[in-house]
């Protein structure tokens, strides 16, 4: 896949097309950190195919999960570090094995200063990004932990209503910390909504789960 595939990018001049493509991509395995805090940004990343996910680290050690990045998507972090001439203050890791390029920070700065369709797609990106962020935002202040934690279990679980989850990944995914992700697990198994196994989280009664995933 080239980068002039990606729908963003479509409308942009013949030119920068051709120099977009022009960038060799790059391959992460799973479990590859992109970035960590600190480090500046080479240039502008953008996934072709695969799962990113980024997170913010309290002082405490604990992580949230800010938002993923998906074929076609690009990294907020990028873009701020980019235009503010800043350092990360989150960390990217690769979640699946998956391929990006890097507009390096040069071109990336020229295009941006010449090219008004190509502002016009990082701009609409880094938008569409703010929207993912603020949401989560959102769900960690206003809505119940017990609802995030249900909605993220029927997130994760396939037709046979079984989600592989460890309650550390579960915690980070909804902005708590494990010791409290365990405890609501127990309730929900309790209750007769879930079974829980090393790794492993089935879904014994949807509806139910379903009902508690309702912020009511």
Avoid: W
Avoid at 186 to 195: D, H, I, K, T
């Amino acid at each position: 896949m080239q980068i002039s595939d990606l729908e963003i990018f479509r409308e942009l001049e013949p030119r920068l097309l051709v120099a977009l493509n022009a960038l060799v991509p790059r391959t992460a395995t799973a479990g590859t950190v992109l970035f960590r805090p600190g480090d500046l940004p080479v240039g502008y990343l953008v996934v072709l195919s695969g799962r990113i996910a980024v997170y913010l680290s309290g002082k405490s050690g604990r992580e949230m999960l800010l938002y993923e990045v998906l074929d076609g998507e690009t990294c907020i972090q990028t873009t701020l570090c980019l235009l503010g001439d800043k350092s990360y203050t989150g960390e990217a890791v690769a979640m699946t094995e998956t391929s990006y390029v890097v507009i390096p920070k040069t071109a990336f700065g020229e295009m941006m200063d010449s090219s008004p369709p190509f502002r016009s797609v990082i701009f609409r990106a880094f938008g569409n990004r703010l929207q993912d962020v603020v949401a989560v935002l959102e769900k960690v202040a206003f809505v119940r932990l017990d609802t995030r934690l249900a909605s993220e279990i029927l997130r994760r679980a396939g037709t046979d209503g079984a989600a592989s989850a460890t309650h550390q990944e579960l915690a980070t995914a909804v902005g708590t910390a494990r010791e409290v992700v365990s405890r609501r697990l127990e309730m929900l198994q309790r209750s007769g909504f879930v079974r829980l196994d090393r790794g492993l989280i089935t879904i014994t009664d949807r509806a139910g789960l379903i009902r508690t995933s309702k912020d009511e």
